[in-house]
């Protein structure tokens, strides 16, 4: 099996951080119910690595920090989330169960605030060419 991951990354506020985690709690229940494999929400820990490193030939790799990428202010944080499907066909039909099932909408009701500005977030699908599991 090459499995399929959809892959996300977004700037979050810190003091919204509870209520999105609540939000990606439940949004995983349901993303598992319908079939994914795997869900992850993680929030970042150590956005800020050695951004340069020495190489045997003397030269540095300059790399990207997650909050520069997204631009994030001082009182934000970042979220990295995947979830893994069997395949892309496979997660066309869990996501399409996802956006129908009633627990989605009800978790998003007239009063629901979302904790996260959905135009700041990275979203893409990806086919795995390399993957290794215990």
């Not at 209520?19 to 956005?47: F, P, R, T």
């Not at 790399?63 to 997204?70: C, N």
């Not at 934000?76 to 996802?98: G, L, M, P, Q, W």
Request: proline share 6%; charged share 25%; hydrophobic share 40%.
């Amino acid at each position: 099996m090459t499995p399929y991951v959809d892959g996300y990354v977004l700037p979050i506020s810190k003091d919204k951080l509870t209520a999105y985690q609540a939000m990606a709690s439940n949004a995983g229940k349901i993303w598992m119910k319908h079939g994914a494999l795997a869900y992850y929400e993680c929030v970042g820990d150590d956005l800020n690595p050695h951004f340069a490193e020495e190489h045997t030939d003397g030269g540095k790799m300059k790399l990207s920090a997650f909050p520069d990428i997204m631009k994030t202010g001082p009182d934000e944080t970042v979220i990295f989330a995947f979830v893994i499907y069997e395949s892309r066909e496979d997660r066309d039909a869990v996501n399409a169960k996802v956006m129908a099932d009633p627990e989605m909408a009800a978790g998003m009701g007239e009063d629901f605030e979302m904790p996260m500005d959905p135009s700041r977030m990275a979203y893409a699908g990806f086919r795995s060419i390399v993957h290794y599991e215990k």
